[in-house]
């Protein structure tokens, strides 16, 4: 399952790459500009991280084209945050649900949904009450202490994953990978 989930986040931020990926050229009649050195790049203050409470709500407006009634309840089994900043906000987020006509897999990005119905996915058997959990920001709120690192020049990824009651976070830097894990209801430390 864990295979599957990779490879079609992989996928997905592939796409999101592809899509993003543009040149700027010059307007008008404006000369490009000579000469070496460093050049100021402005970043747009909108993050292009999610966050939890913005893809829960989501989901919960999000209906299948085929759904109707009943079947558009959704019980959430499977919660997982691909890269993960410091404030639990995420790049993407994929979301274990049943529809009660089977499990499916929904990926929520800046792009929108992307559904994998009926997968072969078997997700674990507790539900996933949300009502009921920290959010991944308090989350990390409340272990700021225990998960920071001293600084490095090599970025850290951060891959968030709830099920069956706890918060499994995944620390990768470089080829090392650091894993804590913690209560979803309390927040705190497990291991």
Not at 23 to 29: I, N, Q, S, W, Y
Not at 158 to 174: A, C, H, P, S, V
Request: charged share 20%; proline share 5%.
């Amino acid at each position: 399952m864990r295979k599957i989930i990779h490879a079609l986040f992989v996928i997905s931020i592939l796409v999101v790459l592809v899509l993003c990926c543009a040149c700027v050229l010059p307007f008008g009649d404006q000369k490009p500009q000579q000469g070496g050195g460093p050049v100021q790049v402005s970043v747009p203050a909108e993050s292009s991280r999610i966050s939890f409470e913005v893809a829960l709500q989501n989901l919960k407006k999000y209906q299948m084209e085929s759904s109707t009634g009943s079947e558009n309840v959704k019980r959430i089994y499977y919660i997982l945050a691909k890269d993960v900043d410091e404030s639990g906000d995420a790049m993407s987020w994929v979301f274990g649900v049943n529809y009660g006509s089977g499990d499916r897999l929904l990926i929520y990005e800046k792009s929108g949904w992307t559904a994998f119905p009926r997968s072969n996915t078997t997700l674990p058997s507790d539900e996933i009450v949300v009502d009921q959990i920290v959010s991944p920001g308090t989350l990390f709120t409340r272990n700021k202490v225990v998960l920071s690192t001293p600084s490095s020049a090599i970025p850290e990824m951060r891959d968030l994953e709830l099920q069956q009651g706890n918060y499994t976070l995944k620390i990768y830097t470089g080829n090392k990978e650091r894993i804590f894990i913690f209560n979803a209801t309390t927040g705190a430390v497990i291991a």
